[in-house]
Nanobody, 125 residues
Framework: QVRLVESGGGLVQAGGSLRLSCAASERSFKMYHVGWFRQAPGKEREFVAAINVQGGLTKYGDFLEGRFSISRDNAKNTYYLQMSSLKPADKDVYYC??????????????????WGKGTLVTVSS
């Protein structure tokens, strides 16, 4: 059982940056693909970014336009989402997730094995 804990959310002005972290409880974390999703109350979950086990393959949501970057440090059981040029529309609860299936972690996020509880990102205009 892998437990995921997000951190790094908060309030930032438009145009600013934040780095989210997701710490995994188990060494087996390095065997999973990992990703970030976001969701606002009353809205559907949206794929943000994913990175594969080795860290050599990444995928991003179409809306990002190169503003975010995902990375992982398997030695620390932690992965990151570096967010830049933040917009008010980026305000959401951001969730990290882990799974062995690339097509799910890099897509809809349906049925993923492990989820964090989320961290709130607020962007002021």
């Amino acid at each position: 059982q892998v437990r995921l804990v997000e951190s790094g959310g908060g309030l930032v002005q438009a145009g600013g940056s934040l780095r989210l972290s997701c710490a995994a409880s188990e060494r087996s974390f390095k065997m999973y693909h990992v990703g970030w999703f976001r969701q606002a109350p009353g809205k559907e979950r949206e794929f943000v970014a994913a990175i594969n086990v080795q860290g050599g393959l990444t995928k991003y949501g179409d809306f990002l336009e190169g503003r975010f970057s995902i990375s992982r440090d398997n030695a620390k059981n932690t992965y990151y989402l570096q967010m830049s040029s933040l917009k008010p529309a980026d305000k959401d609860v951001y969730y990290c997730a882990a799974d062995g299936r690339w097509w799910e972690i890099a897509g809809t996020g349906n049925g993923l094995n492990y989820w964090g509880k989320g961290t709130l990102v607020t962007v002021s205009s």
